[in-house]
T-cell receptor, first 115, second 110 residues
Framework: DVKVTQSSRYLVKRTGEKVFLECVQD?????MFWYRQDPGLGLRLIYF???????EKGDIPEGYSVSREKKERFSLILESASTNQTSMYLC??????????????FGPGTRLLVL | QKEVEQDPGPLSVPEGAIVSLNCTYS??????FMWYRQYSRKGPELLMY????GNKEDGRFTAQVDKSSKYISLFIRDSQPSDSATYLC??????????FGAGTILRVKS
């Protein structure tokens, strides 16, 4: 069974703090993704990575950065947290299967509250 | 206009009812269509996927894609309280990233 774990289920931070969200997958997947999920907006892609040390911007990268030093680990960094970054953050991973359908497996999510 | 439109609900039905969940989209290049189910306080999990047009059945679930109308559906037969969840449609172009709908909250009452 594929397992994607996220370091925290709930997190409360103050405005201006640097926040690290960690994600680990145990299936040797090449691709990893960070999304945020907000009511009425669905899942929006922040960043993704298709290989170690490689990253690409998604639809809403502003205010975020990522790090992928090891294949199994993908970190999302909020350089200076703001209240509009209060959200549910979901990590996902998938195999690299070229043009074919690749199933994304999601972690349980981190609910972040920025005060 | 969003690329993928999905009614957020909530949709409330009695146990045993047939449920119809739908999404419309504007990008005619979408070729892969998926339905994810998300239980409360959990991450989404893939429920069904189809490639291009047509139907696909898996137990009580049927996924339908009508590319001419840019419309996809998920039907749940004999709905159960355990089907209560948020259902997200997702789709992608050939070799491109997933685009998600906003999700429909479904409540099946016993």
């Amino acid at each position: 069974d594929v397992k994607v774990t996220q370091s925290s289920r709930y997190l409360v931070k103050r405005t201006g703090e640097k926040v690290f969200l960690e994600c680990v997958q145990d299936m040797d997947h090449e691709n990893m993704f960070w999304y945020r999920q907000d009511p009425g907006l669905g899942l929006r892609l922040i960043y993704f990575s298709y290989d170690v040390k490689m990253k690409e911007k998604g639809d809403i990268p502003e205010g975020y950065s990522v790090s992928r030093e090891k294949k199994e680990r993908f970190s999302l960094i909020l350089e200076s947290a703001s209240t509009n970054q209060t959200s549910m953050y979901l990590c996902a991973s998938s195999e690299l299967r070229g043009q074919a359908l690749e199933t994304q497996y999601f972690g349980p999510g981190t609910r972040l509250l920025v005060l | 206009q969003k690329e993928v439109e999905q009614d957020p609900g909530p949709l409330s039905v009695p146990e045993g009812a047939i449920v119809s969940l739908n999404c419309t989209y504007s990008n005619s290049a979408f070729q892969y269509f998926m339905w994810y189910r998300q239980y409360s306080r959990k991450g989404p999990e893939l429920l069904m996927y189809t490639y291009s047009s047509g139907n696909k059945e898996d137990g009580r679930f049927t996924a339908q894609v009508d590319k001419s109308s840019k419309y996809i559906s998920l039907f749940i037969r004999d709905s159960q309280p355990s089907d209560s969840a948020t259902y997200l449609c997702a789709m992608r172009e050939y070799g491109n990233k997933l685009v998600f709908g906003a999700g429909t909250i479904l409540r099946v009452k016993s």
